[in-house]
């Protein structure tokens, strides 16, 4: 890999990623809902997560979100309610340095309210790496991409359990940073159990991708990460994180627990 490979926000998600493998365990990826429980705080959990998670990735609260569990729902509700929008994130985000990968889950009327070009101008001065937009199809896409390419920009794709092999092949296909692998279909937010079916679906699409592939929906424990160890390259974990905040409990130290043993 080149150096100016490596420079770029896709080549970072990588890297971050496959760092992790490194030390014989699956990459975090942290998921927290922006701005809450309070705006005043973000900054603060922000670094928190940071500190442990190899990727951070920002959930931008939305009114009308599809498959958003209720923990999330919740904290994005609260977060509207505090005035967070995609351009306050931003400007966060320009004030902080925080040294992983920052990706932002949005829907797609947000990124269109602050239109495309300030949306890719703005982000990659605040040195967000990349976006996960779960409402928009990957057939309806091209504008977006373009949009973001020239800024090396991601643009995650997600695939679940029930996604058909030709699909399958074309979403790894067109994924940047990392193929996004839900592990159960429906909302997130509820506890996995890690059935075969799933681990052997999630060998399906690590064997088609040519990027990392992380898990994600559902993970809230170490005992879940280790099963899926050997089947991905990192666990995305939300739902039970944003829990720990409503706890007032420390983020980092929570994430810490889920790390199993290196091997």
Known sequence: MSAALANTPIERIVLALRGAAKQGQPALVAFLTAGYPSRAQFREHLSAVASEAEVVEIGVPFTDPMADGVTIQRASRAALAQGVSLRWILGELSAMRLGVPVI???????????????????????????????????????????????????????VTPVTSAERLARLCDTSQGFVYAVTMTGTTGRSVAVPQSVLDYLDRVRARARIPVCAGFGIRSRDQVARLADH???????????????????PGEWLATLRPAAR
């Open 232 to 250: 991905v390259d990192g666990v995305i974990v939300g739902s039970a994180l944003v829990e720990v905040l409503e706890r007032d409990a420390d």
């Open 104 to 158: 932002l889950m949005s829907y797609l009327n947000p990124l269109l309210a602050l239109g495309l070009e300030a949306l890719c101008r703005d982000a990659a001065a605040a040195e967000v790496a990349g976006f996960i937009v779960p409402d928009l199809p990957v057939d309806e896409s091209d504008e977006l991409r373009a949009a973001l390419d020239p800024h090396g920009l991601a643009l995650i794709q997600m």
